[in-house]
C-alpha cells in the first residue's frame, strides 16, 4: 500500500504550484485533510476546535449529515445545468420570504461577485458613478472594494487608497471613503455628492464592528432622502446573525442586499436580492438599454441550492438561534474573564455570532481604533490557541452550531492558558 503524503510532502507540492504555497484564504502552512462537526484535522496529525469554519458558511458545522445527503441526492440528479432549475428557484423563494429587502434574487458563485453585481445594479438603476464605502470594509476582490479595504497609509476622508497592485487610478476617483460609525459625516458626505452619488455600500456589522445605536438609520434616511442606492453587504451576516440577516436585527431594511456563506450550506453560492423595481435591470426586455448583463456558469446551480435549502431548513429549527448566541456569549465570556485576570488590555468586539478580542483599552467604534490595537498580541494570542487545539480566523471567531460541551470546555481551557503566557 502506498503511503499517504504527509504535511510537509504537501506544502512543498504547495509551492511548486500555488503562488506564496496556498490559496491567498489563510496560512498556507495549515493543510486541512477533514473535518467534522466542529471539529477538523490537518496533515500533521492534529485536532482542532475549529472557528475558522470555512470562514463562515459552515455554521451547522463541517459535514453535516442532512446537508451532506441533500447535496448527494442532487448530483445522482445532475450537478449543474446553466439553466433555471427547481432547487434554485426554491432557494431564491425562501430568501425572498426571510430577507427583508427581497422581492426577487440574482445568484451569482461568490460574495465578491455578488458585492460587484449589487455596485453595477445601483450604478444601472441611478445612472451616476460613484459609490460611498466605508474604510475597513470589505466588500471582495474588485476594484472598488479593494480600496480602503486595510489601508496602513491613512488618508484624509473621503479620499480612496488602493489596497491592490493592479487598480486603474481612475477607480479612485469613483470610490468615497467615510469612517464607520460616524452618521454625520455620512450624511454631510451623501448630501454634498447626491447628485454623482449611486449606492452606499456598508456590512451592517463591518468586520467585528457592531453599528452604533442610529447609525444604520442615518444611513437609511440620508440615502432614501436623495435618491441614493444603500446596499447592505450581508455576505457574513445573512443567516448568522438572525435568520433574517443584520437588517432583521438591526430593524433597518436597505434597497438591496447581497449574500453568500451561510446561504450556499457550504457549497459556491451568493445572491444580490432586492426589489422589484431596481432587479428589473437583470431583466433585458424590462430594462431596454439601462440591462445590466449578469451571467455566471454556476450561479444557482442546484448542489448549492439543494445544501443552502436543507440548511436554511436547518435553522429554522426551534432554538437554532439562540442554541448559536448562548454558545457564542460562552467563548466571548471566557475571553474576557481570562484576559481580565491576566491583566491584558482588551475588548472583546462584536456579536455572539461573530466576535475576537481586540488589545486594546479604548473604545472600538471603527477600522482606526482596530489598527491602533496591539496586533502582535492578537497574533502571539491566535498562535498560542492553534498551539493548543484552537483554529480561528486572525481576526474573528465564527461559532457554530455543532459545538457541543467538549468543545466549550476545550475553548475555554485552551484561552486561560493562552491568556496566562501573553506579555
Not at 92 to 117: H, L, N, P, W, Y
Request: charged share 25%.
Amino acid at each position: 500500500m502506498t503511503a499517504r503524503p504527509g504535511a510537509d510532502d504537501w506544502r512543498a507540492r504547495a509551492r511548486e504550484v500555488l503562488p506564496a504555497g496556498g490559496f491567498g484564504n489563510y496560512d498556507p502552512g495549515v493543510v486541512i485533510r477533514a473535518g467534522r462537526g466542529a471539529r477538523v484535522w490537518d496533515e500533521d496529525g492534529n485536532e482542532f476546535v475549529d472557528y475558522l469554519i470555512g470562514s463562515g458558511p459552515m455554521l451547522l458545522g463541517h459535514a453535516h449529515p442532512e446537508v451532506a445527503e441533500a447535496a448527494i441526492e442532487q448530483i445522482r440528479e445532475g450537478a449543474t445545468f446553466f439553466a433555471t432549475n427547481a432547487k434554485g428557484v426554491e432557494l431564491a423563494e425562501e430568501i425572498c420570504k426571510a430577507v427583508a429587502c427581497a422581492e426577487q434574487v440574482r445568484f451569482a458563485s461568490t460574495g465578491g461577485e455578488a458585492d460587484m453585481f449589487a455596485i453595477r445594479l445601483a450604478r444601472a438603476h441611478t445612472g451616476r458613478d460613484k459609490i460611498v464605502k466605508f474604510e475597513g470594509g470589505y466588500h471582495g476582490m474588485s476594484s472598488e472594494a479593494q480600496m480602503s479595504l486595510a489601508p496602513r497609509r491613512m488618508a484624509n476622508f473621503p479620499q480612496a487608497v488602493p489596497d491592490s497592485a493592479g487598480i486603474p487610478e481612475s477607480v479612485r476617483d469613483a470610490v468615497l471613503v467615510a469612517p464607520f460609525n460616524d452618521a454625520d459625516f455620512a450624511r454631510r458626505l451623501i448630501a454634498e455628492h447626491a447628485d454623482e452619488l449611486a449606492a452606499v455600500i456598508v456590512e451592517p456589522l463591518q468586520r467585528l464592528i457592531p453599528p452604533a445605536p442610529g447609525f444604520l438609520e442615518g444611513l437609511r434616511e440620508a440615502t432614501a432622502e436623495h435618491g441614493v442606492v444603500l446596499i447592505f453587504d450581508e455576505v457574513v451576516t445573512g443567516f448568522r446573525l438572525s435568520y433574517g440577516g443584520a437588517q432583521e436585527l438591526y430593524g433597518v431594511v436597505p434597497d438591496v442586499c447581497t449574500l453568500g456563506k451561510v446561504a450556499g450550506g457550504g457549497f459556491p453560492l451568493a445572491a444580490v436580492a432586492g426589489g422589484r423595481e431596481i432587479m428589473a435591470h437583470f431583466d433585458r426586455a424590462a430594462a431596454g438599454d439601462r440591462f445590466l448583463m449578469q451571467v455566471g456558469t454556476l450561479s444557482g446551480n442546484p448542489v448549492a441550492a439543494a445544501a443552502g435549502l436543507k440548511t436554511l431548513e436547518i435553522l429554522r429549527r426551534p432554538g437554532a438561534y439562540e442554541r448559536l448566541r448562548t454558545r457564542g456569549r460562552r467563548i466571548m465570556d471566557a475571553m474576557a474573564e481570562h484576559l481580565s485576570a491576566a491583566g491584558v488590555p482588551h475588548r472583546v468586539v462584536g456579536d455572539p455570532t461573530l466576535f475576537d478580542a481586540v488589545f486594546t483599552d479604548a473604545p472600538v467604534a471603527d477600522y482606526r481604533d482596530i489598527l491602533r490595537s496591539d496586533a502582535g498580541r492578537a497574533a502571539r494570542f491566535n498562535a498560542l490557541l492553534r498551539e493548543r487545539g484552537i483554529l480561528k480566523s486572525p481576526g474573528k471567531v465564527y461559532p457554530c452550531l455543532a459545538l457541543d460541551e467538549a468543545d466549550l470546555a476545550w475553548t475555554a481551557d485552551a484561552i486561560a492558558e493562552a491568556a496566562k503566557r501573553l506579555d
